[in-house]
């Protein structure tokens, strides 16, 4: 048993030996091709390209060029024009390497100076001449490049001359008696053809060999589809899906029930559909006219089925409750029975392109095809856009956290205009088939059909992630409270957020629908892929490289830094700074030192992320410098002076503080201005420059202790020990009065109305300041009536002038 698996060692490793060896030759083999192979010189290569440019020219100008011919001609002329960019690109760089060898090298000597070494006079000679190759190669590449770009733009030209021509093709016109019946006869035929296919297969084909080996794939896949994607469905619908014995479902309810609606009901069915006809095609199962026709009708009817799952999903005609649309019961219904009949045309109309495309009919069918089934999609579109049928229900006027009313919104004048739109394309497509146009009818319906798709999936799309962030950001559960706890979202700025993330999704949604706008009515393919194509790879200014996917990347990643920082200072407030021995102030410096810090890493994460070179930010730092010194000295003066306060901290988060006449608690101290919350409940907004540069009066500073002064005026002949031991006694009696300092009782002065004391005493907190002197002064009140001690009364003397010449007047009776 040794000696066998001794043997299966050995052998394994000669078959290890063997592999590694074979690795190692074909690598060897590679790179000695890579080293060996020899590059083609510039000079053939731009000769190549002239002459492909000089082919597609004159190709291009041809008259009778068709658009697949123009297609492969770009194609041609993309690939010279990617060659020279990346030549150029090659060549630029070496220009830049050439000239830093110089720049290395230095000037040349001149006359009157000593001539250099031979060497090194040989050598600038060297990389002159390979500069001026190098220059030369780059100039060359941009002239090919420019030559590219105009014959791009005659190719764009002529294939739009091409559509146009297309488009403005005359047929037989509808009003000849002929055309109908001969339109009649055709039509009769090719039902007849469609209805023979399957027939036709099954006489050939049913009974071949081919079909009785893959006939077990078809019966496992409807197996499949009916025993576990059909109970699946009826699972989710039950579990998940509106109830009609639920009343008042909440939102989030009500969109999980529309999601899962549109799954069940339009998703799941066209899944199946398309499952089944992929294995017929993949297994080749069907053959000829029959094969055509059913992928045709089998296409059809999964767009059917999604455009009125959806639309049931959306607008649910039977339960008013789980609606997430704001629309009557009347519009609702009308719009769903409206949207089923457009299915239906659409059906019909797509399996009859599908069936023309491939076994293309008479003009006199193809005209009188074009009026009827244009017409009753037209009719259908008409009657669904009409405004009656899109009434809403009365929305309650929406109000703040604070009950303030929210103005209402202007309504938008976009959906008139769309409606409008709309009826004027899809009338003009039947009257471009009466007046005699074969093409336009076809061409205005198909694209005004897709485009209105589009139009549907993106809204879909746009109210889909706006439920999704209203339900984690407003509704009551357990995902928007751990959103709204971990970033300390509070309700305005959760408003703040949805509007920001709606603007963003609105702005991507609007240039997806643009550019598919553009591509559906005529706009070039390939113009516009190359233009999105030169967007995402970026435009060069100077050095540096601009791409809107290097954008999008870096906003995401500050974004992303932020909330982190956000996180990070609401897990440092909430359960590490607790921990600590810190004051309220220092743990606001801390907390608001952690949002600068990320701030400033996002700011950096972010520019590296768009591909700027760090070490060039004191350029850009420095062209700033100018606009502060104009404009934005006081912004930066304030910035500054926050930073200071946060630092140096004479003021802190809860310091009761004087500054100049306003007075009252720090509430933030943020970049630009600090907030004082007066003893009204005003808040104060003072610029943290005017903090530093004034004078300001802390109370708090070093603790919370703060003295209160109490004056207290006894009548003469008062024992003053007495009052003393009284005054005293009320003190030590309060609770928030500080035994250390302790309490204080001074005779201050001998007034004119009476004895002048003063009560001095230490409150261990500074927010029983306005508290404590009301207690103290009601006690001493109920002290001194206990003692019978009188307080001292304001004497007024009042002399009057000629008392004698007023006393008989007086003293006469009444």
């Known amino acids: 048993m040794l000696a066998g698996v001794t043997a299966r060692t050995q ?305 649910a005609p039977d339960m008013p409750d789980w609606r997430l649309a704001p629309f009557t019961d009347d519009s609702a219904g009308r719009i769903n029975r409206r949207i089923m009949t457009l299915a239906g045309a659409l059906l019909a109309y797509n399996f009859l392109i599908g069936i023309e495309n491939r076994y293309p009919v008479g003009p006199e069918l193809s005209q009188a095809a074009a009026f009827v089934f244009n017409g009753l999609i037209a009719a259908a579109l008409v009657a669904l856009v009409q405004r009656r049928n899109w009434q809403t229900k009365p929305a309650p006027p929406p109000v703040t956290e604070l009950d303030e009313p929210v103005l209402p919104s202007r309504p938008s004048r976009l959906w008139p205009a769309l409606r409008v739109a709309v009826t004027v394309i899809a009338c003009a497509a039947p009257l471009a088939a009466l007046i005699g146009f074969s093409e336009l009818p076809w061409f205005l319906i198909g694209n005004l059909i897709d485009t209105l798709f589009m139009a549907t999936l993106l809204l879909l799309v746009r109210g889909l992630v706006h439920d999704v962030m209203t339900v984690l950001l407003f509704e009551p559960t357990r995902a928007s409270a751990f959103l709204r706890r971990t970033l300390d979202l509070d309700a305005a700025l959760s408003r703040s957020l949805i509007f920001w993330l709606e603007l963003v999704l609105d702005t991507l949604l609007w240039i997806a629908g643009l550019f598919f706008l553009l591509l559906q009515w005529g706009g070039d393919h390939e113009s516009l892929f190359y233009f999105l194509a030169a967007a995402i790879k970026g435009v060069t200014v100077g050095k540096y490289t601009f791409s809107i996917v290097d954008i999008v990347f870096a906003a995401a990643l500050f974004v992303a830094v932020l909330f982190g920082t956000r996180y990070a200072q609401r897990t440092l407030e909430n359960r590490i700074l607790p921990q600590t021995r810190l004051d309220a102030g220092m743990r606001h410096s801390v907390k608001a030192g952690v949002g600068y810090i990320g701030l400033i890493l996002a700011f950096v994460v972010a520019v590296a992320a768009i591909g700027l070179d760090l070490s060039n930010l004191a350029l850009i730092f420095g062209a700033l410098s100018v606009g502060i010194g104009f404009g934005l000295q006081n912004i930066v003066n304030n910035f500054v002076s926050g930073l200071i306060l946060l630092i ?70 008062a024992d003053t020990r007495r009052v003393q031991q009284l005054l005293m006694d009320c003190a030590r009696a309060h609770s928030q009065v500080a035994l250390h300092p302790a309490p204080q009782v001074v005779l201050a002065d001998l007034g004119a109305n009476g004895l002048d004391f003063e009560l001095r005493v230490f409150v261990n907190d500074v927010d029983y300041f306005n508290v404590v002197p009301t207690d103290l002064r009601m006690a001493i009140d109920a002290a001194l009536r206990a003692a019978g001690i009188a307080m001292a009364t304001a004497r007024t003397d009042v002399h009057l002038v000629d008392i004698d010449r007023l006393a008989p007047g007086l003293a006469r009776p009444q």
């Open 11 to 315: 052998i394994f490793r000669r078959a290890l030996a063997l592999v590694l060896a074979l690795v190692a030759f074909v690598l060897a083999c590679d790179a000695t091709a890579q080293v060996q192979r020899p590059q083609r010189p510039f000079t053939l290569i731009a000769s190549g390209w002239e002459r492909t440019l000089d082919r597609v020219g004159q190709e291009a100008g041809r008259p009778g060029a068709t658009q697949a011919e123009l297609t492969n001609l770009r194609v041609a002329i993309e690939e010279v024009q990617q060659g020279a960019i990346k030549i150029k690109e090659e060549g630029a760089a070496r220009v830049a390497t050439v000239r830093r060898l110089l720049d290395a090298l230095g000037p040349a000597p001149g006359k009157d100076q000593p001539a250099e070494a031979e060497a090194v006079a040989g050598r600038r000679k060297a990389l002159d001449e390979e500069l001026a190759a190098a220059e030369g190669q780059v100039k060359q590449t941009e002239l090919i490049i420019a030559r590219s770009d105009r014959l791009l733009a005659d190719i764009t030209a002529a294939r739009r001359l091409r559509l146009i021509e297309l488009l403005k093709q005359r047929g037989p016109s509808l009003l000849s008696p002929s055309l109908w019946m001969t339109a009649s006869v055709d039509f009769a035929n090719a039902l007849a053809r469609v209805v023979e296919a399957p027939f036709a297969w099954y006489r050939a084909d049913a009974n071949s060999q081919r079909w009785r080996q893959s006939a077990p794939m078809l019966v496992a896949t409807v197996a499949i589809v009916g025993f576990a994607a059909w109970p699946l469905r009826l699972w989710l619908l039950r579990r998940y899906g509106r109830q009609s014995g639920t009343a008042q479902p909440t939102y989030p309810r009500r969109v999980l029930a529309s999601i899962v609606e549109a799954v069940c009901r339009g998703l799941l069915p066209a899944l199946a559909a398309g499952a089944v006809l992929a294995v017929v095609l993949i297994e080749d199962l069907v053959s000829g006219m029959f094969q055509h026709a059913l992928t045709v009708l089998v296409l059809a009817l999964v767009k059917f089925l999604l455009v009125t799952g959806f639309a049931r999903a959306a607008l």
């Open 648 to 717: 140096e901290r004479p003021i802190k988060v809860g310091d009761w503080v004087v500054v100049g006449t306003k007075e009252g608690t720090v509430r933030n101290i943020k970049v630009r201005a600090t907030e004082i919350e007066t003893f009204h409940k005003a808040t104060i907004i003072i610029p943290n420059s005017e903090i530093l540069s004034s004078a300001v009066v802390n109370w708090t500073h070093k603790d919370r202790m703060a003295r209160i002064d109490i004056k207290v005026a006894i009548a003469y002949g």
